[in-house]
Antibody, heavy 118, light 111 residues
Framework: QVQPQQWGAGLLKPSETLSLTCGVY????????WSWVRQTPGKGLEWIGKVNSGGSDNSNPSLKSRVAMSLDTSKRRFSLKLSAVTAADTGLYYC????????????WGIGTTVTVSS | QSALTQPASVSGSPGQSITISCTGA?????????VSWYQQHPGNAPKLVIYDVNERPSGISDRFSGSKSGNTASLTISGLQPADEAHYYCSSFASLDSLVVFGGGTKLTVL
């Protein structure tokens, strides 16, 4: 059973870069796409983007200029970087496995709380 | 403001059935059968309960069912149980920006 585990800095100052990593253990990480979703007070659930097994990524146009995602299949990890954060980026960030054909997330991490405050 | 519109809350008594609607547009729900529903209990991550409009993942009770008509998708929960009390979110692929959009969530209260 695949179980994503997340880690990364939870407290940031405005203009800093958010950096989160999701490790995929307990099953095969190969041949799957992986996604980041956040839950914020202002916008509820919001799709950040996904990265496929070949390393190609697709991100939310509203965040695209600030988002970078990568996948390291040898280490069974995928990462998210979000630059120039503001208070509006405060929220709960989830990683998860996404179905390439239908875009649903069938496995979710437990979430990482990120707070942006000066 | 979310791309998909859901009622803020619904309620029902144990044993009853409830339906949660999710209204989108022709560029998402209206064109694609890539509608999914998630259940979220407080303090937990969302959990997939329906995908591809009306398919249930392994382990999800057949009390959960989904449907779609035009630009609106629906989640029906029959035989309500106290454990069903949670927030429910719909989601769909959206071609406008080639991304996934979510509804604002519906709080289900089992009275």
């Amino acid at each position: 059973q695949v179980q994503p585990q997340q880690w990364g800095a939870g407290l940031l100052k405005p203009s800093e870069t958010l950096s989160l990593t999701c490790g995929v253990y307990g099953g095969s990480s190969g041949g799957h796409s992986w996604s980041w979703v956040r839950q914020t007070p202002g916008k509820g659930l919001e799709w950040i983007g996904k990265v496929n097994s070949g390393g190609s990524d697709n991100s939310n146009p509203s965040l695209k200029s600030r988002v970078a995602m990568s996948l390291d299949t040898s280490k069974r990890r995928f990462s998210l970087k979000l630059s120039a954060v503001t208070a509006a980026d405060t929220g709960l960030y989830y990683c998860g496995r996404v179905n390439d054909n239908s875009f649903y997330l069938d496995v979710w991490g437990i979430g990482t709380t990120v707070t942006v405050s000066s | 403001q979310s791309a998909l519109t859901q009622p803020a809350s619904v309620s029902g008594s144990p044993g009853q059935s409830i339906t949660i609607s999710c209204t989108g547009a022709s560029t998402d729900i209206g064109t694609y059968d890539f509608v999914s529903w998630y259940q979220q209990h407080p303090g937990n991550a969302p959990k997939l309960v329906i995908y591809d409009v009306n398919e249930r993942p392994s382990g999800i009770s057949d009390r959960f069912s989904g449907s779609k008509s035009g630009n609106t998708a629906s989640l029906t929960i029959s035989g309500l149980q106290p454990a069903d009390e949670a927030h429910y979110y719909c989601s769909s692929f959206a071609s406008l920006d080639s991304l996934v959009v979510f509804g604002g969530g519906t709080k289900l209260t089992v009275l």
